[in-house]
């Protein structure tokens, strides 16, 4: 080996070893009497000995309930069964754990739908609530029950934390009044106004795909329209239509809404104003009146026919879209439509630049005021909603696939809830005003007035019933 070469790798033994010495002394240095003082080594970022600093988990506060009976209020059994899903079975397993760590019992009620709104009212105003936890319909809302006082804003109590995800944003909107949360639910909001096609006919007729159209921002009325008349035919040349482009079961509404229209609005005091006589309002319903007698396109049910005569003529194959609420897919399409369906939102209207879903009815879980330590109340609904560790994001799925028959309706539910596209229509709230609306819609529906001639006749008593509603001054 050339002497050269062997200087070299000597020195770079010699190099390694000093390395080695240093290190292996620990980072110490040598002082001039041959003393060594270890020396903090400020070389190093945090982080880097590879020490894992422990993260603190702050201590739950300790509860102590008394004892205390819990009240849970619905008109449907809401008691968790054993054995009838994996769910029910976790939260028996949850609810025994929180009542044994929290000291307090939960007792399950369930009241009839007919008698629930007088015995919250009547026990309300004893100054004993019937339940802690009440779930109440939509149309009791407001103006009922908030305006009048019976129930508790959440937000005031200062327990639930709101931005979790946990929580239902489109509930949340719904049941806010003059910037207080009045009502509350937990999970995904449940789809209802929404439109049904039927692809099997589509395909036949050389009909355009909903859903590209849904993803493209392309469904709109014109385009419904478009593709009803196509659709609308005399298949046995008798002179009769057997075949319909559209059907569905009180869609004026969600027309309204598609156009970016409302029934009822409030001014920035609250004040209710009927809002059926604005633009976007008599452009939808002269929209639909058209698409009954002018266009000819709507299967509209005959004098005598069944409520839902719109959903049977949809499952026999006589409608290419149908417009009505989710839940018609489980109870009756699923297990007897022989025809293949889809699912995607209303089609928008010329004002509208996103897709809307009337809510039609929804129900709330509500803190009626009177309620004792309601604290206490909302730390047990809070912990028992609070998702199981082993829970997967697309868990909620599993009660929507069986309904359906494409992944595509999966995809629109998920958009619909996703982008709070669910609203609520105010004139379900007032029963004397909403009850209205079979005579002048009669008249719509009927061609016998013009959605113009109709709305007006009775603007001025809407109004008035909605002033009283509210406790407006006239």
């Not at 609250?270 to 002018?294: C, K, N, S, W």
């Not at 369906?341 to 879903?357: D, N």
């Amino acid at each position: 080996m050339p002497v050269k070469l062997i200087k070299v790798l000597s020195l770079v033994v010699s190099v390694l070893l000093l390395f080695a010495f240093v290190v292996g002394c620990g980072g110490q240095k040598t002082t001039p009497t041959g003393e060594s003082d270890e020396v903090e080594d400020t070389t190093q970022e945090p982080g880097e000995t590879g020490e894992v600093a422990e993260e603190e988990v702050p201590e739950e506060p300790i509860y102590d309930f008394g004892g205390r009976v819990i009240k849970y209020s619905a008109w449907w059994d809401l008691a968790p069964v054993p054995g009838r899903s994996e769910g029910e079975d976790k939260m028996i397993e949850r609810m025994a754990e929180m009542e044994e760590k929290y000291n307090f019992k939960m007792e399950y009620l369930n009241i009839p739908y007919d008698q629930t709104l007088e015995t919250f009212t009547a026990s309300v105003l004893a100054g004993d609530p019937y339940a802690d936890i009440a779930i109440v319909e939509s149309t009791w809302f407001i103006p009922g029950l908030v305006t009048a006082g019976m129930i508790m804003p959440v937000d005031d109590i200062g327990v639930f934390d709101f931005e979790d995800p946990k929580w239902n944003q489109t509930s949340l909107k719904a049941a806010t009044w003059k910037g207080k949360i009045y009502g509350f639910n937990t999970g995904r909001q449940y789809p209802r106004g929404v439109m049904f096609w039927n692809k099997s006919m589509f395909e036949r007729e050389g009909l355009p795909n909903l859903y590209e159209l849904q993803r493209n921002k392309e469904w709109t009325w014109d385009k419904m329209l478009e593709i009803a008349k196509k659709a609308t035919k005399d298949l046995d040349g008798d002179g009769v239509i057997d075949q319909y482009g559209l059907g569905g079961i009180e869609i004026f509404w969600q027309f309204i809404f598609s156009n970016n229209g409302t029934t009822v609005r409030f001014d920035e005091e609250g004040r209710p104003i009927f809002a059926m006589t604005e633009a976007p309002a008599m452009e939808a319903l002269q929209f639909y009146q058209d698409l009954i007698h002018v266009h000819k396109v709507f299967d509209f049910p005959p004098d005598g026919s069944p409520w839902d005569y719109a959903t049977q003529r949809f499952n026999d194959g006589k409608t290419a879209m149908y417009g009505y609420q989710w839940w018609v897919a489980g109870n009756v399409f699923r297990d007897n439509m022989q025809d293949d369906y889809g699912l995607v939102c209303f089609p928008m209207g010329p004002r509208a630049t996103e897709y809307v879903s009337e809510m039609l009815v929804e129900n709330f879980h509500v803190i009626p005021t009177g309620v004792k330590n309601p604290e206490e109340v909302c730390i047990v609904f809070d912990k028992r909603t609070d998702p199981f560790p082993d829970e997967g994001p697309d868990d909620w799925k599993e009660g929507y696939i069986n309904d359906a028959r494409d992944y595509e309706t999966i995809e629109t539910i998920q958009m619909i809830q996703d982008k709070n596209l669910s609203i609520m229509n105010p004139i379900r709230g007032v029963t004397e005003l909403y009850n209205m609306h079979y005579s002048f819609m009669w008249q719509i529906n009927t061609g016998n007035a013009t959605p113009k001639v109709a709305i007006e006749e009775i603007a001025q008593q809407a109004q008035a019933v909605l002033n009283d509603a509210f406790g407006v001054s006239n």
